[in-house]
């Protein structure tokens, strides 16, 4: 070919080698690489390497376990990626997607729901587990069972909480039990603990195997050894009761898990059982959340220290040492979230119906959304957009930069949880009323009335993604959609394939 018959490129009065002149262009971006390739026939070829297209990609952020050999042409590549980015913001903005909601009618009441790159786990007052694979668009959701003893007549005990990562599901009962699923092997649990109380907080590692829950005085952490057979790694006494509880991401050795009980955080290490991470007597912790070197937690301070409002603490989780106190509201801070925010920043919802980012190297917030009518109950950021989920069961998705709001959704009850990544959106309203009135355990009728339930809705902003063979025949319209309406509702007419 022409490229491999030069050697020598032009550079005004000299020539220089090619992969000289190849380092050269290697500083330039795209809209200069642009412009090179008009100057000469050598110069395009240069300009059009795919070594210079292949790491734009990568700078970019594209494709990132690829190698330069799984392409032909980067430079398409590129262009195809960045105008994909470019639909999916514009069908974020505009609520542009399917939705579908996440229904098990038998499950009575929704307790607990919690999702992983798009697979959802709920649990029910039923006592049963139910998985969804929302990437898949069949949505034949499995049922993990429970492990039956032979005098398990009766019925099941309520699912306190549950926990998905990309290996494992976690369930933990009422009566005390956690069960947990490989999701690799179907539907028996391949390990199951007993607690002797009722559990209040579960902990799954974003990856790996390693569960912990908190039950009375105690934390356990269970993990498998290099043989797979599950043992307990770690028993922790604790002073307090332990309200919230999260296992610190890419920990090599032993697990290490951040428990916060009232108003004691401890960081709990095989190698120092009770080591305190923060405490002042009197300032309970309202919400936590920890990402590999960091924890960071709410502090309710009480009226008469007028100087300490509310805060946000970060610390660092190798030191020990407070980073940063962020915040002062009179509200309680009720949800925080640092591991799925973009790099030095967190965000955060509060009592005071505001939702506020924080950037980890300032003290003051960024951006304060008022953004529910009663407080924020779940939240998350990327680069450019905040969703947020309220106790009233309102969804909204913010545009960060602009502060204002794209759009929003309403379901009965408050929203528990949210997920998003860049095309997908996962939300849980979840009932506080577990037992409503007229819906007993005696009842014959095995479905509880649809406004008790609770709601899970999954969203799929990559429109031009969705396999059209998913999508009933009856519902598949072939009619232009009305410009300036974008709530993408199509015609469901049973003969409207003209």
Known sequence: SFQNEINEVP?????????????????????????????????????????????????????????????????????????????????????????????????????????????????????????????????????LEPMHGPGDAGPQPHVSFVRINSSLAVAAYEDGTVSVWSLMFGREPIHRYQHNQRIQALALGSEGATVATASGFEVKVESPNDRGFWQTTGTFEIQKLVSFLNLVPDVTGSPVTVAAAEDIVYLLKAEDPGKILHSVYGQPVTCLDVSAHEAAFGVKTFGWLLNEPNQILLYNLETSQCLKKMGNSIGDFTCVNLQNSPPNMLVTGNKDRRVRVFDLRKSESLCSLYAHQLGVSAVQMDDWKIVSGGEEGLVCVWDQRMGTKLWEMHARHPVRHVWFNSHSLITANIPDEKTPRGASITDDDLTAHRKHRGIIYAYEFSVDQLAVESVLPICRSSYDEVTGYNYNIGLAVPYDNI
Request: glycine content about 6%; aromatic content about 12%; hydrophobic content about 40%.
């Open 11 to 143: 550079f005004f009065d000299i020539q220089l080698p090619y992969e000289l002149a190849l380092k050269i262009f290697q500083y330039l971006g795209k809209t200069e690489l642009g412009r090179c390739a008009q100057v000469s026939r050598t110069w395009k070829v240069l300009a059009e390497d795919e070594v210079l297209w292949y790491r734009l990609c990568q700078q970019e952020g594209y494709l990132l376990d690829t190698s330069i050999s799984d392409h032909s042409c980067w430079k398409l590549v590129l262009k195809n990626c960045r105008a994909r980015e470019h639909a999916l913001k514009t069908n974020w903005k505009n609520r542009i997607g399917a939705v579908s909601q996440l229904q098990y009618e038998v499950g009575k009441i929704l307790c607990d729901v919690h999702s992983c790159d798009g697979v959802v786990i709920a649990g029910y007052t039923s006592g049963e587990v139910r998985l969804w694979d929302t990437r898949t668009w069949d949505y034949t959701a499995p049922i």
